[in-house]
């Protein structure tokens, strides 16, 4: 008969055997196939999991995902529907969690991703590619870790948005994929390439929660849209002008941009105006364009409660604050 102290030392040298090798990507889908979500509404689709956090077990996404739904299925592979409770939004990240029911096997956040992961550190990426509906393990390294993000070079995708980036040797989630940039580099040689950099906002670095009103939550959202929807109204005018192209009133949604740039063609188009007629109105134009660019903002200021929507918003503003300055400096003649 084996000794206790023999039989717990074969039990070791068997797990030490077995257990060493990290996780692949298809175990660890296999493995977590009942925590990963796909999140469907108002014509939009992404990916998200179910994750044990220190506080409950959660749907996490990210809050760019679920903005301009006004309703939101959350279904597994299996089709079935998984039920959501309270929500909540990450304040500094583009992060969202719905409370809901405890699964067999969640995925688990982790507490300290600098005691867990090192640069260097092969991770996955699980999610719903380009919104097919489809888990697609991205594997890849960890590249960069930040304060508050991660970057990886995982090739996720549109879609991917939610998905959680998980640490292949700890098996813990460290982030959720969020969005890419792409830039351009000079290599040795004069060529110019495009470079894609991908990143994930941290779980572990939230330091505050902030409950959602579903209905106030996509309400920011659409005052949002409406002022980004403006910028780019204004950037069209902008280009327009520094190419003196004919610029029609008809084509400009706003008001804001329509009614001074029809004021001042009108007038301009009268015959035998007068040069100091003519330049008083390319002032009021100006100054009305001035104007414009910044009274919508600070409604918006005054509207938007969420996070996530003001730091978008102060995106917005710094914009309009240089389109501002431009009107101004043509106001003053330089």
Not at 74 to 90: E, F, M, N
Not at 131 to 160: H, T, W, Y
Not at 258 to 271: C, T, Y
Not at 296 to 320: N, S
């Amino acid at each position: 008969m084996f000794s206790s102290l023999r039989v717990a030392c074969l039990l070791l040298f068997a797990l030490a055997l077995r257990g060493g090798a990290e996780p692949d990507a298809g175990q660890l889908v296999h493995d977590f196939a009942g925590s990963l979500v796909f999140i469907e509404g108002g014509g939009g689709a992404g990916s998200g999991f179910i994750c044990r956090m220190k506080d409950g077990v959660f749907v996490l996404t990210n809050q760019h995902v679920l903005a301009g739904m006004p309703s939101v299925r959350i279904t597994r592979l299996d089709s079935a529907k998984v039920p959501a409770g309270a929500v909540q939004a990450a304040v500094g990240h583009d992060l969202m969690r719905l409370a809901t029911a405890e699964v067999p096997n969640p995925l688990v956040a982790t507490d300290d991703l600098e005691n867990d992961a090192r640069i260097g550190d092969e991770i996955l990426v699980l999610g719903n590619s380009e919104g097919a509906r489809v888990i697609q393990p991205l594997a890849g390294k960890l590249l960069g870790i930040g304060p508050d993000r991660i970057e990886v070079s995982a090739e996720f995708l549109p879609g991917n948005s939610g998905s959680p980036i998980v640490h292949l040797k700890s098996g813990r989630v460290i982030g959720i994929a969020t969005y890419l940039i792409t830039g351009r580099y000079a290599e040795l040689t004069d060529t110019r390439q495009h470079r894609v950099r991908r990143f994930g906002f941290r779980l572990d670095s939230v330091k505050k929660w902030q409950p959602v009103v579903w209905a106030a939550f996509q309400a920011d959202k659409v005052e949002l849209d409406k002022v980004a929807a403006l910028t780019e109204q204004y950037a069209r005018l902008i280009d327009a002008l520094r190419v003196d192209a004919r610029v029609d009133p008809g084509t400009f949604a706003s008001s804001a941009i329509s009614r001074p740039l029809r004021d001042f063609m009108d007038v301009v188009g009268k015959r035998n105006l007068s040069p100091p007629d003519r330049a008083r109105a390319g002032q009021n134009f100006l100054a009305a364009l001035r104007s414009g660019t910044q009274s919508d903002v600070a409604q918006a200021r005054e509207r938007i409660r969420y996070d996530f929507f003001q730091r978008a918003l102060a995106e917005e503003a710094g914009t309009r604050a240089q389109m501002s300055k431009l009107f101004d400096r043509l106001l003053k003649g330089q």
